[in-house]
């Protein structure tokens, strides 16, 4: 049996580093799909054209606009003039250093995000200039400068998109936001969430209340929805066949994620692969 095809993975950031700030490179226009699976990626353009790739989804590239990646997601840009903006990277290191509570939770907002238009506005380019010249000076400041930017940013961002449910704070915020953490990053994917409840040291009973006053949404849900995301990345950017697929997954049988992936999107695996490979080469 061959082995199994794996989905690029591209991190543009060292392993001594919690976060990093910088402008967009104006010399991308045409990237091959890939993901970063260290960190979260929120990309400011305020200049350019073309489409950009997340996971299945052709987003148009309409300045100003902000795109947000998540650490599973899988992306590439087809750019057709030069872009110019900034990306920011952090790492789950740096919120585990922050002491900010409301920066955490506003960086839980923009994660449901993949696309935000915006009108066009000084006050995006001032705040991200801001952060690239604060980040260049490391010193005992930084983290809080850098924490306070970031915050009045994620603001600015939360107000335009309209999501503005405040998240549950405390203990049971910090544990969806660590087990959110482990389904984006630990592959492979597990299917019971009690495994993860174990590695979180808490009960599933715990961790199905935590999800639920987060985002109304029970463990098992967010699980399932993330295990079919990956099963789509990989029915659309690999060519590994569908027994592969499960199997890389942890489906024992082949047939029961066919009707796992089914009951999730009406359709079957090899139809969602045939649907994806046509909307690709529109």
Request: glycine letters at 6%; one cysteine or more.
């Amino acid at each position: 049996m061959k082995k199994a095809e794996k989905i690029n993975i591209n991190d543009k950031i060292g392993p001594d580093k919690h976060y990093k700030i910088e402008a967009f490179r104006k010399d991308v226009r045409v990237t091959k799909p890939h993901k970063h699976n260290q960190y979260f990626e929120i990309i400011y353009l305020s200049a350019g054209s073309g489409f950009h790739w997340i996971d299945e989804v052709k987003y148009e590239v309409k300045p100003p606009v902000f795109f947000f990646l998540n650490r599973d997601q899988i992306h590439h840009w087809e750019l057709s003039d030069e872009p110019g903006g900034f990306v920011i990277i952090l790492k789950g290191s740096f919120l585990e250093q922050s002491k900010d509570d409301v920066l955490k939770q506003l960086l839980q907002r923009v994660w449901f995000y993949d696309c935000l238009y915006v009108i066009a506005s000084h006050r995006y380019e001032q705040l991200l200039s801001l952060l690239v010249q604060k980040t260049a000076i490391q010193n005992s400041y930084t983290v809080h400068i850098v924490d306070g930017l970031l915050k009045a940013l994620l603001g600015e961002i939360s107000g335009v998109g309209g999501k503005e449910r405040i998240l549950q704070k405390g203990v049971q915020l910090q544990l969806y936001s660590r087990y959110l953490d482990l389904i984006l990053t630990n592959a492979p994917l597990q299917r019971r969430v009690r495994f993860y409840a174990a590695k979180l040291k808490t009960s599933p009973q715990n961790l199905n209340t935590a999800c639920r006053r987060a985002i109304g949404a029970s463990a098992s849900e967010l699980l399932n929805r993330q295990i079919l995301n990956e099963a789509k990345r990989l029915l659309i950017y690999t060519a590994n066949n569908i027994t592969e697929i499960a199997y890389q997954l942890n489906f024992k049988d082949p047939s029961y994620f066919i009707k796992f992936f089914k009951k999730g999107l009406q359709q079957t695996p090899d139809d969602y692969r045939k649907q994806g490979f046509q909307n690709h080469h529109l």
